[in-house]
């Protein structure tokens, strides 16, 4: 896929597609930085990577209606219950040049209501990672 304009990306929480009520996307992989200097004669420090986080953040417009935002995402943070996550950077289906990825993913904080006067109404929700494999990105 050569470089492209974030305007067609698919989100589905819990096999729910919400992509029609999301504005902004973003996937972090990160790692630890373990030091790992040993005494010698060299000038630098040595890191390694140590445990691994992900995050998937989304910014929703408020909706109430069954099957919807708040419907959707509510019981999956009273619950306290582990979901998939899945994006793709367009609405097509997964492959090669469209890979997907997916996290096992929980909530610890849910802002049902949010904004200012005269202002779209949203939300901004945190998709931590729940299991121990991150995210896994695909073609399928």
């Known amino acids: 896929m050569p470089k492209f ?9 819990n096999s729910v597609d919400l992509t029609d009520h999301c504005s ?4 972090t992989d990160t790692a630890d930085q373990v ?8 000038a630098y420090k040595q ?12 910014t929703f417009f408020s909706d109430f209606a069954a099957a919807s935002v708040h419907a959707t995402l ?3 943070y009273q619950s306290g219950s582990v979901f998939p996550v899945k994006i793709t950077p367009t609405s097509q289906p997964p492959s090669a040049t469209n890979p997907s990825v997916t996290l096992q993913a929980t909530m610890y ?16 929700v945190t998709f931590a990672n729940g299991g121990t494999a991150g995210p896994v990105w695909g073609t399928t």
């Open 47 to 58: 890191y390694l990577q140590g445990f691994h986080d992900c995050q998937i953040t989304a």
């Open 109 to 124: 904080e849910y802002t049902g209501i949010q904004g200012k006067v005269g202002e779209m109404s949203t939300m901004d």
């Open 24 to 27: 902004a996307l973003a996937v």
């Open 74 to 76: 509510l019981p999956l």
């Open 35 to 42: 030091d790992a200097t040993t005494f010698g004669p060299n």
């Open 5 to 13: 304009v974030a305007r067609d990306y698919k989100i589905t929480v």
